[in-house]
């Protein structure tokens, strides 16, 4: 992803960039469907191949735009679960299982596991293992039972 490479590649294809351009805002202006972004998808996709872009090169970025998305919702779940631990309803299911809900953040697990499956926001955030922030919401929403 040097610089100097696509700077030199846009000096040598500025014309097939524009025609992409030109296509790509005639498709989000002219078609109103989810099959719209399906052809934008194809067009800036087919520009990347062009470009000489490796489906691993995407590949890598969509992972590190993921990896950062779901640390920045997990940071942002665990300081919502401390602002809201008062406000917790615990409730247990009388199985060993228990569910623990605020308005934002909904935290299911069992007596003694040491991993709890979290939803922020309504966004699974899969299952997390207990730390001090969690072990402190559990406690807190407890007593409030």
Known sequence: M???VWSQFIRENWLVIVIALVLLFAVVNLVKTVL???????????????SGVTMDQIGNAVNKV???????????????MLKEAQDAKYTSNGD??????????EVKGAAGEDKVEVTFRGVSLGKWSITD????????ARKHQ
């Not at 719209?36 to 062009?50: M, P, R, T």
């Not at 993921?66 to 919702?73: K, R």
């Not at 922030?133 to 807190?140: H, V």
Request: charged content about 20%.
């Open 2 to 4: 040097d610089p100097e």
């Open 66 to 80: 993921a990896d950062g998305t779901v640390s920045t919702l997990k940071k942002e779940a665990q300081e919502v």
């Open 133 to 140: 922030t969690t072990k402190t919401f559990i406690e807190e």
């Open 96 to 105: 060993g299982t228990f569910t623990i809900t605020t308005p934002n953040i």
């Open 36 to 50: 719209k972004w399906a052809i934008v998808i194809v067009i800036v996709v087919g520009l990347f191949i062009y």
